[in-house]
């Protein structure tokens, strides 16, 4: 069987060299090596200090399981993320190569079928200006109801 013996170091049993419990000479510069503030204020402590210090209180296989489902979170957010920007970006490009065009065509074929309407009108109404019977005068004046005559 083993036996352990305490064995103490000389070093312990004398006392060091030093300043005196009453020498008061050791402290003569006090403007350089005492500050003027309170040491025994605590430093300011920030939220987030304050928080990384209750992280000791969390057993560590508590902190890897929410460590590794924020990371899932995380992951499947910016892979989200990232699927809405190319579906974005997939959308506006197609709405701007085949939409523009397309709605193009479509304010040129009203604009066509506008005046076609017009000339349509303009046609019906020359024929009511002639069957009824009325001199050049009175249809030149209904044409251009403007205008005056020349002199």
């Known amino acids: 069987m083993v036996e352990l013996i305490e064995v103490e170091d000389e070093s312990f049993d004398t006392k060091q060299a030093g300043p005196e419990e009453n020498d008061d000479d050791y402290y003569t510069d006090t403007d ?27 057993p560590p296989t508590t902190r890897s ?9 995380a992951g499947w957010i910016k892979a989200g993320l990232f699927f809405s920007g190319k579906s974005l970006w997939v959308l506006s490009t197609s709405a701007l190569l085949l939409g523009v065009p397309w709605a193009l065509a479509s304010a040129e074929e009203q604009q066509v079928i506008e005046m076609e309407n017009e000339m349509k009108m303009r046609e019906q109404g020359q024929k009511d200006i002639f069957t009824e ?9 209904q044409l251009n109801p403007g205008a005056k005559p020349a002199l």
Do not use: H, W
């Open 32 to 58: 350089s090596e005492i500050s003027a503030e309170d040491d025994d204020e605590p430093e300011e402590e920030t939220f987030a200090d304050r928080l990384l210090a209750l992280r000791d209180i969390i």
């Open 133 to 141: 019977g009325s001199t050049a005068a009175q249809v030149n004046a």
């Open 65 to 73: 399981y929410i460590s590794g489902k924020a990371d899932m979170t």
